[in-house]
């Protein structure tokens, strides 16, 4: 098993340490902590079900207890696949306090990627809950158990069927290890991924509290702050911007919805009293057409943040007269680096802006394609590097020779401008890379897919935009043979085992793609080139 780690040369370390970004917490002691101070306290809404602070070191001390009595031992990896259920937090802090590592996968994910996660962790466990949505997890565990053996325990939230049920789990008196070290990788999250499936980024204790509980103090959380997960919370946004684990640093109630629909939302907010909230730019257009005629009380909203892709200044400036509450606009990544407009902000800022970085020592490089510094308030490609963003991917020597430099800087993707004070605007994705409603999809990965498909002799999938999704997924198809309706074929990437977000919007078929004079064109040109060309034919139609 390749071991977990995340290491910041010494002099960072040490620098992050005495600035007091690294303060040697760990989520079990933090929790625990909440559980001495708050111990009535409710920390956990969702499902029908209230928990305090102390019910949830109760449980997760419970759930680390059955999950080491099963064969586990500290140090392996156990991917983590579900919903916003109360569930989630009581058995990744019971895998914490076991000394045991989450992978998160989404509840989207499906056999193709969870055995990518799999394999590339070397996990030995694996946790669903039963069904959700309409899909039944414990038929997949079977298909990710028959591909990938070494997945030995299996558990599941709800009805065990063949497997253990969550609240099934063998008891033990045993004592429970102590806990990790902070610089420790804490858990493995997945990236964006601009080629190819996920990447696994480890985060450590150390780092990842850091980005948290700074994220809480810009959100001013307190006791009397209602977080609302409305976004899965496998996910780095609710995860921890600020999220649900800054809600439960900060002492904070934490509600779960079990979708971002107004529909399931709205009650939520006026029965709990939802004080905060995230979302990405589509489902905040939904709420901003719903809410003038609702009848439930969304009163008690102070903040609506909207990250995981651009929001558009226009939309923005809906927010406040709307929802009659502050628009906090976010803008980061898995990898590290977070950015918040802050509360206080002049308004022109909250709707223009994607935000200003956490910490006085995240370093920002805007950089034109030969690595040279734009002139200020031009775009450029941004790079990154700071107390909380990686240093290295896990398992993946190509990734990391391409995404960070020799001095330690990660190579975002992203294409930004600077304000004069310091905020960053967003422009788009200098990668073949896909921001659909805050999914990031790969191109490359989607074509490999189309490929398979007996009638497709070529394909290239590109980003165009869409008003509601920010960009959709379209897929130029070079048929061969017998031609596929679009609809076939969409159907047809669905049997593929992928995640539904991943499969094309749209179907464009073409005769041919175009080439240099020696028959060579860069996929990335390519793409470039079919996404021009498909704009304008749709302007000259207008």
Not at 50 to 62: G, H, M, P
Not at 157 to 185: H, I, M, N, Q, R
Not at 318 to 345: I, S, W
Not at 373 to 398: K, Q, S
């Amino acid at each position: 098993m390749k071991p977990l780690s995340q290491i910041w040369p010494e002099e960072f370390a040490a620098r992050y340490r005495a600035r007091g970004y690294w303060r040697g917490e760990t989520f079990s002691s933090f929790l625990r902590e909440r559980g001495r101070e708050l111990p009535e306290h409710i920390a956990v809404v969702g499902g029908g079900q209230r928990w305090t602070f102390s019910e949830l070191e109760e449980r997760a001390e419970k759930v680390a207890r059955g999950m080491l009595a099963l064969g586990l031992k500290p140090g392996d990896r156990v991917i983590v696949q579900l919903p916003n259920i109360p569930e989630f937090l009581s058995v990744v802090f019971g895998l914490f306090r076991a000394r045991l590592i989450p992978v998160y996968a989404l509840p989207a994910h499906r056999i193709v990627e969870i055995v990518h996660f799999a394999r590339t962790a070397e996990a030995r466990g694996y946790i669903v809950a039963d069904r959700h949505d309409g899909f039944d997890y414990r038929g997949l565990a079977e298909e990710v158990r028959r591909e990938v053996p070494e997945v030995e325990h299996i558990v599941v939230v709800g009805d065990g069927g063949p497997f253990t049920a969550l609240d099934a789990l063998p008891d033990s008196a045993a004592p429970l290890p102590e806990d990790a070290d902070p610089s420790d990788v804490a858990f493995l999250q997945i990236s964006g991924g601009s080629t190819g499936l996920s990447k696994l980024i480890p985060r450590t204790h150390d780092d990842y509290i850091y980005s948290f509980r700074a994220s809480a103090e810009i959100c001013k959380l307190n006791t009397d702050s209602v977080y609302l997960a409305a976004l899965p919370v496998a996910h780095n946004f609710p995860m921890s911007s600020p999220g649900v684990f800054g809600a439960l640093h900060a002492g904070s109630r934490v509600v779960l919805s079990p979708s971002p629909s107004p529909e399931a939302a709205f009650p939520l907010i006026a029965r709990e009293g939802v004080t905060i909230t995230g979302l990405v730019p589509p489902l905040a257009l939904l709420w901003l057409q719903a809410a003038p005629s609702t009848t439930h009380d969304l009163s008690s909203l102070q903040v609506l943040q909207v990250g995981g892709a651009k929001f558009l200044t226009e939309s923005a400036r809906r927010v406040k007269p709307v929802l009659g509450c502050t628009l906090q606009q976010v803008f980061g990544m898995a990898e590290g680096l977070v950015n918040y407009t802050r509360l206080d902000d002049p308004e022109e800022i909250i709707v223009s802006t994607q935000g200003r970085p956490i910490s006085a020592d995240d370093e920002v490089l805007i950089l034109d394609d030969e690595g040279n510094p734009v002139p200020e308030g031009e775009a450029g490609n941004l790079l990154t590097r700071g107390p909380y963003t990686i240093r290295a991917y896990h398992n993946n020597d190509g990734a990391n020779a391409r995404s960070f430099t020799a001095d330690g800087f990660y190579r975002t993707g992203d294409v930004v401008k600077r304000t004069q004070e310091g905020y960053l605007v967003v422009q788009g994705r200098a990668t073949d890379h896909i921001n659909r409603a805050g999914e990031k999809i790969s191109a490359e990965e989607i074509e490999d897919h189309l490929l398979a498909h007996p009638s497709v002799f070529d394909a290239a999938v590109v980003s165009l935009p869409d008003e509601f999704l920010g960009e959709r997924s379209c897929a130029f198809v070079i048929p061969q043979g017998d031609k596929p309706k679009a609809a076939a074929l969409k159907a047809w990437m669905r049997t593929r085992g992928l995640a539904d977000f991943k499969v094309p919007d749209q179907v464009v078929f073409v005769d041919a793609f175009e080439t240099t004079a020696v028959g060579k064109v860069s996929r990335k040109e390519l793409r470039a080139s079919l996404r021009r060309r498909f704009l304008e034919a749709v302007e000259a139609e207008k």
